[in-house]
């Protein structure tokens, strides 16, 4: 079974300094990836996907993820935080047929003034 | 246009009662999955409906929880004799197609809290 393991369940940035938020996954075969956002009372969001094409991946906001096969990572950055950065972020990976995803446990992204 | 919908946005309701939650997908969209989210936790997969396919069930719970679809629209999650680890958010999403990788949209999701 495909799994994911987000390495910190709390960061704290100030503001226009670097965002790095780790994950890696377990998967038998090669996956497709994402990363999504929850902003507080707000929907779910996708903020990019890999899927075996290239392994540099940008998303929407500034942010992108790498995937590096050798390390099992997928790891979320963005060059420089800005305060409405702040939210919860989902790393996910799709398991077999129905692409039914399985979630990471989140980690919650704080941006100080 | 219009996003995924669910209903009630909240629902409080005490243990051992039927509770009936409601998906409104995005039309046109074949897929439909129902996730939870526990307090703190990431979400969970419960069910997935794709066309007229007989549904994966495979991460419903217990038999306690069951979910319908009709074609291509509107869908219902029942949980039935509810339990306090019931509480959680409960999330629907639809996308194009599920037997591709689609992006998954996402509702606003149910809170239920079982008293």
Request: charged content about 20%; overall charge neutral.
């Given at each position: 079974?495909?799994?994911v ?47 075996s ?19 099992t ?6 060059p ?34 | ?13 005490e ?20 996730y ?63 037997t ?12 239920l809290?079982?008293?």
């Amino acid at each position: 079974a495909q799994s994911v393991t987000q390495l910190d369940s709390h960061v704290s940035v100030s503001e226009g300094t670097p965002v790095l938020l780790r994950c890696n996954y377990s998967s038998s075969y090669s996956p497709s990836l994402f990363w999504y956002v929850q902003h507080p009372n707000k929907g779910l969001q996708l903020l990019l996907k890999y899927t075996s094409a290239a392994t540099l991946v940008k998303g929407i906001n500034g942010f992108e993820a790498e995937f590096k096969k050798s390390e099992t990572s997928f790891h979320l950055t963005k060059p420089s935080a800005h305060m409405s950065d702040a939210a919860e972020y989902f790393c996910v990976v799709s398991e077999g047929y129905g692409n039914k995803l399985v979630f990471g446990a989140g980690t919650i992204l704080r941006v100080k003034s | 246009g219009a996003g995924v919908s669910q209903s009630p946005s909240n629902k409080v309701t005490e243990k051992g009662k039927d509770v009936e939650l409601r998906c409104d997908p995005i039309s046109g969209h074949t897929a439909l999955y129902w996730y939870r989210q526990r307090l703190g936790q990431g979400l969970e997969f419960l069910i997935y409906f794709q066309g007229n396919s007989a549904p994966d069930k495979s991460g419903l719970p217990s038999d306690r929880f069951s979910a319908e679809r009709t074609g291509e629209s509107v869908s219902t999650l029942t949980i039935q004799r509810t339990q306090q680890e019931d509480s959680a958010v409960y999330l629907c999403a639809s996308s194009l197609d599920g037997t591709g990788i689609y992006e998954q949209y996402f509702g606003p999701g149910t809170r239920l809290t079982v008293t």
